[in-house]
């Protein structure tokens, strides 16, 4: 699939974000946790949506899809989902967690790594061990077994947000009281607390980097709409302020950009919140910045790409550090081909500005972040962009491009 962008635009109007990727995965894997019905609202019309309920189907899970409502009863009678279906997202792994508590024993293939890093999951398997399971590797699949999971302290050498969602499902129903220290702090391992308390859980300390998780005999079902996309939101607000434009972003939670909203203050740009939306608009020359990605709330890394995108658009020179994946500038060549001028060192990109712009190309998106990111730029270029393998972007966003296109974008998308 391949998308065309005319540029150079300017993004005016009012648009409104969905409900989060990466808080709605973990959280349809936690409805493995109760055999009772689970009612997800508002679930966004994603391609990694669409894999992770066809892996719980798999599973044995039943699933009844009503407009953007889905109902799950967690029926579990495959302890070893199908490689092919685990294999396409990362997020699948999250399945180990609730599989293991529920049913005591679990196959699951190893997560391959993917372009942005190598994407261990040690830690995961860490908390399990540590709760009494048996940790085996056979032919590329995790067998984790545990006659009985027991609550114990947990220190995380890394605020892992998987691990730390892995580990908070399985304490859910383990004997005894689970401490994780050093949790990861993100909205989005707020969401899973909340909406596992919803069904009965005890889960306390969420959002803080001591986590407490008492666990329960059973989980009852329930109702829940999980957090707007943060990153989403971000997204939109560096493709307004890229093109020197001007728009009202509705369904934001302002404290979850708050390091987004920071960044692009200091860079020139106007942003004004509400209690569910955000007003930005750009009219002065970008101002170069320093960026550093970090787990929350320092500047998420999910925001690093687009970012990048929009600093081309400076007159100076700014600098990103990426401190959290290790092969996460796979965007850098591509914006290179557009006529950016950017430097690697290491984990470190310096950003020259161009002023007169960057100039439309053929370039391929190789993440979903990556791929935002090159159609921001797309959106600021001189001529026609031609993204390749745009349908990472599908994975992650619902509509983007139709969105942009409602703020004033010129985009085609085609099979290629
Ligand atoms: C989640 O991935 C998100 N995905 C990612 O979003 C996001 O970039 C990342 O958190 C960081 O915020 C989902 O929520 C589905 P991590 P996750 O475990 O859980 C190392 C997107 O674009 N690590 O916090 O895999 C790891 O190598 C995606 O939406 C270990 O060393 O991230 C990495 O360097 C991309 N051992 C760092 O921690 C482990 O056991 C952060 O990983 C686990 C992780």
Redesign the pocket.
């Known amino acids: 699939m391949e998308m065309k962008i005319k540029g150079p635009t300017k993004l005016v109007g009012e648009t409104r974000v969905g409900t989060s990727?990466?808080a709605v995965?973990?959280i349809l894997a936690a409805s493995l946790l109760t055999d009772e019905p689970v009612t997800i609202h508002q679930l966004p019309k994603i391609m990694d949506v669409k894999v992770v309920l066809q892996l719980l189907k798999e599973i044995g899970a039943e699933i009844e899809t009503e407009e953007n409502d889905v109902t799950i009863r967690g029926e579990i009678f495959n302890l070893y989902p199908s490689t092919e279906w685990v294999r396409k997202i990362?997020?699948s792994f999250l399945m180990l967690g609730p599989i293991l508590a529920r049913k005591k024993r679990v196959r699951i293939s190893l997560p391959g790594g993917c372009s942005?890093?190598?994407?261990?999951?040690?830690?995961?398997?860490?908390g399990f061990h540590l709760m009494g399971a048996d940790i085996r590797f056979v032919g590329g699949d995790v067998v984790a077994e545990a006659p009985k999971l027991r609550g114990t302290r947990i220190y995380l050498?890394?605020?892992?947000?998987?691990?730390t969602?892995n580990i908070m499902m399985a304490a859910a129903l383990a004997e005894g009281t689970t401490v994780i220290e050093n949790a990861?702090l993100?909205p989005?391992v707020v969401d899973l607390a909340h909406f596992i308390n919803t069904l009965g859980g005890r889960i306390r300390g969420a959002g803080t980097s001591l986590l407490r998780i008492e666990g329960v005999a059973s989980l009852h079902g329930g109702h829940y709409t999980p957090i707007p996309d943060r990153?989403e939101a971000g997204s939109l607000m560096v493709a307004i302020a890229a093109t020197k434009g001007e728009g009202v972003i509705h369904n934001v939670i302002p404290g979850h950009v708050k390091a987004v909203s920071a960044k692009l203050r200091e860079s020139g740009v106007e942003i004004e919140e509400e209690a569910d939306r955000i007003f930005i608009r750009r009219s002065a020359p970008i101002q170069s910045i320093y960026v550093k990605t970090l787990?929350?709330p320092g500047f998420?890394?999910?925001m690093q790409a687009q970012m990048m995108a929009y600093l081309c658009g400076c007159e100076n020179s700014s600098i990103i550090s990426e401190t959290?994946?290790?092969n996460r500038f796979l965007h850098v060549p591509e914006l290179l081909r557009m006529g950016a001028d950017i430097r690697i060192e290491g984990r470190t990109a310096i950003i020259r500005g161009r002023g007169e712009g960057l100039s439309g190309a053929v370039v391929k998106a190789t993440?979903?972040?990556a791929g935002a990111a090159l159609l921001i730029a797309g959106l600021c270029a001189n001529g026609i962009t031609t993204i390749e393998d745009c349908e990472h972007i599908d994975r992650?966003y619902e509509n983007f491009s139709e969105k942009l296109s409602r703020l004033g974008a010129e985009i085609d998308k085609s099979p290629s």
């Not at 942005?116 to 860490?126: A, E, F, T």
């Open positions: 990727k990466n995965l973990p990362r997020g942005i890093g190598s994407r261990p999951v040690d830690l995961h398997l860490k050498d890394f605020p892992s947000v998987g691990a969602e990861a993100e989005e990153i787990p929350y998420p890394t999910d959290v994946f290790e993440d979903l972040r992650g």
